[in-house]
């Protein structure tokens, strides 16, 4: 620091102090027949004895800074100036402070924590991750995967590529990583954190991830896992919705056409399995979790243009929807259309909280 920082005050923005030095002081003496003048009304005096003045208080600081330097000190808080009058009719100009060390505090950029739900899954008995975890600070970027362990194997290891994705759709891939577990025979299991080459402004854009296993681990020995994933159709926002009502392996609403049913986990099973034969759930606990099937009734409302349009697939399926959430639908129809009037289309807006309305629940 070429100068040192001054004020009255006990510190500086931005600024900690490192090491309280001593006090100091700066004074110089300045003579004048004025001096009483000054003294009682520093305004009625002339103009010269005032910029007299001034060249004595810029005296003092530099001698205030002089006896702080000595110091090795790079700055002076609780600075005071007093004036007083000498017995020999001289005036006292005395500054003193408090000589310190500071230093300029450094910007932090906040810890990052981020977790996003894998949209992708395996339909056979192998580990299947479920949540990429990613978290660290400006220095370091770590990740950890969760995987669900429907066997409850003592997993010790599982490499995979992970493929993230962020708002821009770009896609940044992950190859060949080692995923170390020191629990493994639970069926949530959860990686020790694996050091990656990410920022923070990367973590904060992504809003996606999948995670293709290539082979595990256990005591029995090493398993190769040549399936290809598949993809999740739901958006995020129901995938969400979903995990939170049908737990976090949850990639599928469970469905049926009488030949074959879909679990909630993904795997398709004939008709004649009553549970799922990957994660074991019931067939009859899901159709009685089912409620109406508001899917297809959105599928439909993406189908048109306008809010006029929507409210009448809607009506179409009034009657099959429970009392409690006629209203609520209802109110959000007539907003739509109100709004649509002075703020142009509203359709997407009403569908998202068409859906939110039965994802909520």
């Not at 510190?11 to 700066?26: M, P, R, S, T």
């Not at 530099?62 to 005071?80: P, S, T």
């Not at 362990?149 to 759709?169: K, Q």
């Not at 697939?313 to 649509?340: A, F, P, T, W």
Request: charged residues 30%; aromatic residues 8%.
């Amino acid at each position: 620091m070429a100068d040192l920082l001054l004020t009255t005050g006990d510190g500086f923005e931005d600024y900690e102090i490192q090491e309280y030095l001593g006090f100091v002081v700066g004074q110089a003496v300045y003579q004048s027949k004025f001096i009483k003048g000054i003294a009682a009304d520093i305004q009625g005096s002339e103009d010269q004895d005032l910029d007299d003045l001034n060249d004595c208080d810029e005296e003092v600081k530099k001698n205030l800074i002089k006896a702080a330097k000595a110091k090795k000190a790079n700055a002076i808080i609780g600075i005071e100036m007093r004036y007083a009058q000498l017995a020999s009719g001289s005036f006292a100009v005395v500054m003193t402070g408090t000589a310190v060390k500071i230093k300029k505090k450094e910007s932090i950029i906040p810890d990052v924590h981020k977790e996003l739900f894998v949209t992708n899954y395996y339909t056979r008995l192998v580990p299947r991750p479920v949540k990429v975890v990613i978290e660290g600070s400006r220095d370091e970027i770590s990740l950890s995967v969760w995987f669900y362990n429907y066997n409850l194997d003592d997993i010790n290891a599982v490499r995979g590529d992970i493929e993230l994705t962020n708002l821009y759709d770009e896609k940044l891939v992950i190859k060949g990583v080692d995923f170390i577990i020191d629990k493994g025979n639970v069926s949530l299991i959860k990686s020790d954190y694996v050091s990656c080459k990410l920022t923070v402004n990367d973590i904060k854009l992504l809003k996606d991830a999948k995670v293709i296993v290539s082979k595990y681990v256990t005591p029995r020995g090493i398993f190769a896992c040549n399936d290809n994933p598949i993809n999740v159709t739901m958006s995020t926002r129901r995938l969400e919705a979903l995990k939170a009502k049908r737990g976090i392996d949850a990639v599928e609403k469970y469905r049926t056409d009488g030949m074959i049913w879909t679990c909630n986990c993904g795997h398709v099973n004939e008709a004649g399995n009553e549970e799922c034969i990957v994660c074991g759930r019931k067939q009859e606990d899901m159709k009685i979790n089912t409620k109406f099937d508001y899917e297809k009734m959105i599928d439909e409302m993406r189908e048109k243009e306008y809010v006029n349009e929507i409210k009448d697939v809607l009506m179409g399926y009034i009657k099959d929807i429970d009392n409690k959430y006629r209203l609520q639908l209802l109110e959000i129809m007539e907003s739509g259309q109100q709004y649509e009037k002075t703020r142009g289309n509203m359709k997407d807006s009403v569908i998202e909280k068409v859906e939110r309305v039965f994802e909520d629940d």
